[in-house]
């Protein structure tokens, strides 16, 4: 192969890298498309990347929302964990108004927003943890530690990018816990601008394993997290146990996975004496088995109609 066709061959499997300010932009006029992109590029401490898409899991909405009804739910709070940018949590908000139900909507995640260090420079775009996810100069967005197709289709620029996070990256780091002349330090959501003031609807950090104090729900989805994939099964179990301590008893818990064939998921019911399967998707959950053998009777606080 001939470095132009390298080259080409590169540019096809390397991801379009969206900046910051190319995000905001885009985000401000409603361009969903350049959103999903800025951040299905970014893969997090935990191995999940914040990938969104529309209408993903909207096969399922439906199914749950009538599972709801039937069950006799008129007023329900939902929680949707590993919400992402929370485009599929609107897009569920909408489709239980749509059925009729009154709903209080929470979406979590582990990461809503990025801190951005700049100066005339670079931004340095960094988690809550310090950990540094993206180098931009202008335009042009290298993710950190840059790829090798970074060193083949940007040289200079990587080169400039490396050598300012070996002279200057301690003070970009710096600027996290106290405010340096020369640089400005700004909040970059990471989050639709289509789940900003929906009635009813909030999105909130938490971490899975370490909950929030939210209460109990009539309903919550695990999407795109709970899988084999990312964690091993202790860690699945563990995450699986947090999840249904947050069911009320009739409430229902639905893990589902997005595979190229389709939403594969279980949808399961909280009983008395633990769980059943309600309906599946696809093939079914591939934790279903965890999901199930973490289930565990209601204790006190967690009857039916109480959500506390």
């Excluded at 999903?36 to 999940?48: A, C, K, P």
């Excluded at 992402?84 to 897009?91: D, Y």
């Excluded at 927003?113 to 967005?141: C, N, P, W, Y």
Aim: proline fraction near 5%; hydrophobic fraction near 40%.
């Amino acid at each position: 192969m001939g470095i132009s066709a390298y080259c080409s061959h590169l540019l096809r499997k390397r991801p379009k890298r969206i900046s910051s300010e190319q995000f905001l932009a885009a985000r401000c006029s409603g361009r969903s498309a350049v959103e999903s992109e800025f951040l299905s590029t970014f893969r997090l401490r935990n191995g999940v990347y914040k990938t969104t898409m529309p209408e993903r899991l909207a096969d399922t909405d439906g199914v749950v929302a009538t599972s709801l009804r039937n069950a006799g739910w008129r007023s329900i709070r939902v929680l949707d964990v590993a919400c992402s940018s929370g485009v599929s949590t609107a897009e569920l908000h909408r489709a239980l108004q749509d059925h009729g139900l009154e709903v209080e909507t929470i979406g979590t995640d582990l990461m809503l927003s990025l801190t951005r260090v700049e100066d005339r420079l670079a931004h340095f775009l960094f988690m809550k943890d310090a950990h540094l996810l993206q180098v931009e100069m202008g335009e042009l967005a290298i993710r950190w530690p840059p790829m090798r197709s970074d060193w083949v289709l940007h040289p200079a620029q990587t080169l400039l990018a490396t050598v300012l996070k070996t002279i200057r990256g301690r003070a970009y780091r710096a600027c996290l816990s106290a405010p340096r002349p020369a640089f400005q330090v700004t909040t970059i959501p990471l989050t639709a601008r289509l789940t900003e003031s929906v009635p009813g609807l909030s999105l909130v950090e938490e971490d899975i394993l370490h909950p929030l104090p939210l209460g109990r729900f009539h309903f919550v989805r695990a999407a795109n997290v709970l899988n084999r994939g990312y964690f091993g099964p202790e860690l699945l179990g563990q995450m699986a146990a947090c999840l249904w301590a947050r069911v009320l008893v009739g409430g229902e818990l639905l893990v589902v996975r997005t595979v190229e064939s389709g939403n594969q998921g279980t949808l399961f019911r909280r009983t008395e004496a633990g769980a059943q399967i309600v309906d599946r998707f696809g093939l079914g959950s591939e934790v279903e088995e965890i999901v199930l053998g973490r289930s565990r009777p209601a204790g006190p606080g967690l009857r039916r109609g109480v959500a506390s």
